[in-house]
């Protein structure tokens, strides 16, 4: 590909991003991902730029691996697009900003998990229950700042 936009005029660039970091990979997200991965021979003699091994060699940008396959596609739509990690991006990172108090904090949480539940989990619970089970607990009462549940 890059002769044939070389023919046409395209000049090369570095597509690195600002903390030199690659974007475009030749193979697998494992393959650049995972520390110690032996690479082919001919790796080394067509990168311009150095390289780093495990997360640090991949941009947070990245636009491309190679040789993904069909249920790796699959994997990475539902972690991309789907999966939301308990705690990001939620009610729990604003109170995290305006309450110090761990209970406050905790029973946000408690709050969040409830209401998160699925029809068969075994903590049947609901969002009212949470001062109850906050009060049945015996939790320490940190001071304010001297702790971060999240």
């Not at 997200?29 to 991965?37: I, R, V």
């Not at 080394?44 to 190679?66: L, M, Q, R, V």
């Not at 761990?102 to 946000?108: A, F, I, P, R, V």
Request: glycine share 6%; with cysteine.
């Amino acid at each position: 590909m890059g002769k044939c936009l070389e023919k046409i005029g395209v000049k090369a660039g570095d597509s690195r991003d600002s903390d030199g970091h690659y974007r475009f990979f030749p193979f697998i997200p494992e393959h650049h991902l995972s520390p110690n991965h032996l690479s082919p021979k001919w790796f080394s003699t067509y990168i311009y730029y150095p390289s780093k091994e495990g997360p640090e060699c991949c941009s947070d940008y990245a636009i491309s691996f190679h040789y993904v396959n069909a249920n790796l596609m699959y994997v990475l739509e539902y972690m991309i697009y789907h999966l939301r990690p308990f705690g990001t991006g939620t009610s729990v990172d604003s109170v995290q900003r305006y309450k110090t108090n761990s209970s406050d904090l905790l029973k946000t949480a408690y709050e969040m998990s409830i209401s998160n539940m699925g029809p068969d989990d075994v903590f049947k619970k609901k969002v009212e229950d949470a001062e109850k089970l906050m009060n049945e607990q015996s939790l320490p009462n940190f001071p304010n700042n001297s702790t971060r549940l999240i």
